[in-house]
């Protein structure tokens, strides 16, 4: 049964191919995933590794915790399963009022405001 690994403090520079080659020399990876952001494109320091058997995640977690990794320290350890959450806000759309503009002064009134 596959196994799947957080490893974090990655590099910038480390891609999927970096990562899923670096833990192929434990074991069989699966696949190999560094998590970008979903605007810039740029890592967000973090991945996941999934690694065949048990044994080679194991393997893996000794070969990799706390050792360099193009340049950083990394921490590996067995993944959690991703928590419920709840629900993000919406903030725009129509969900009624208006929060928009910069309300200036009458302009007709014959004042100047500066």
């Known amino acids: 049964m596959n ?12 891609t999927d191919d970096t990562l899923g080659q670096a833990f192929a020399q434990a074991g069989t990876v699966v696949s190999a995933v560094v998590i970008k952001d ?3 494109g740029r890592s967000k320091g973090f991945g996941f590794v999934e690694m065949a058997t048990d044994e080679e995640a194991k393997a893996a977690i000794a ?3 706390d050792k360099d990794l193009d340049g ?6 067995e993944a ?9 806000r919406d903030f725009g759309g129509n ?7 910069f309300g200036g002064g009458n302009r ?6 500066y």
Do not use: A
């Not at 196994?3 to 480390?14: D, E």
């Not at 959690?80 to 993000?88: A, F, K, L």
């Not at 007709?108 to 405001?113: A, M, V, W």
């Open 63 to 65: 070969m990799w915790n």
């Open 38 to 40: 979903k605007f810039s």
């Open 3 to 14: 196994k799947k690994l957080y490893v974090g403090g990655l590099s910038f520079q480390t």
């Open 108 to 113: 007709s009134s014959g004042g100047s405001r």
């Open 80 to 88: 959690r399963p991703m928590e419920d959450r709840p629900p993000r």
């Open 72 to 77: 950083r320290t990394v921490k590996v350890n």
């Open 95 to 101: 969900s009624g009022g208006s929060r928009g503009g």
